[in-house]
């Protein structure tokens, strides 16, 4: 069974400063993996994909992921982080169609002025 | 507008009284899904679908029922609520491989 794994539950990261959050996924074939972003009380907009080709992913807001398979990851950064992004960041793990999309607990991100 | 719409957005109710959130999307997708979001456990998949009358049960079903007769909706049926269904519910489309997955902007539902 395919699952995800995001270690850290809160981050907090001062404005202007960069920003990696870590995500372990566990999936037996080639996976098709996702960041989501939810600001309070709003719904779930993807970030960024990945499904196959380059490793490296540029995604809306500045933010990137790189896939290793070697390490089971897909980390997502950004050179400098913004007080906007202060929300909670899912990784989610996908099969052929989605209709198996497994999602991490999540990671809250505070910013600091 | 490509988008997915739930209805209610909040809801209360009382244990054992029958509810139904509706779901709809005007993207024509042929995958649709239910997630309930509870803190620090993030979303867990409820049921899916891959098309017209075909559904199946994800992580958590237990108390739920769900239809597809018409590709665009996909509503979630609570035969007999309970408190411990109190959540917050997220359905979700998706095309054929390789499209992102598109998510209505949640139901707040209290069972009391």
């Known amino acids: 069974a395919q699952s995800v794994t995001q270690p850290d539950i809160h981050i907090t990261v001062s404005e202007g400063a960069s920003l990696e959050l870590r995500c372990n996924y566990s999936y037996g074939a080639t996976p098709y993996l996702f960041w989501y972003v939810q600001s309070p009380g709003q719904g779930l907009q993807l970030l960024l994909k990945y499904f196959s080709g380059d490793t490296l992913v540029q995604g809306i807001k500045g933010f990137e992921a790189e896939f290793k398979r070697s390490q089971s990851s897909f980390n997502l950064r950004k050179p400098s982080v913004h007080w906007s992004d202060a929300a909670e960041y899912f990784c989610a793990v996908g099969a052929i169609g989605y209709s198996t999309l497994t999602f991490g607990k999540g990671t809250m991100l505070l910013v600091s002025p | 507008e490509a988008q997915v719409t739930q209805n209610p957005r909040y809801l209360i109710t009382v244990t054992g009284k029958k509810l139904t959130v509706t779901c709809s999307q005007n993207?024509?997708?042929?995958?649709m899904s239910w997630y309930r979001q509870d803190p620090g456990l993030g979303l867990r998949q409820i049921y899916y679908?891959?098309?017209?009358?075909?559904?199946d049960k994800g992580d958590v079903p237990e108390g739920y029922k769900v239809s597809r007769k018409e590709k665009r909706n996909f509503p979630l049926i609570l035969e007999s609520p309970s408190p411990n269904q109190t959540s917050l519910y997220f359905c979700a489309s998706s095309g054929a491989e390789n499209t992102e997955a598109f998510f209505g902007q949640g139901t707040r539902l209290t069972v009391v």
């Open positions: 993207m024509n997708h042929e995958y």
């Open positions: 679908s891959m098309n017209v009358e075909v559904t």
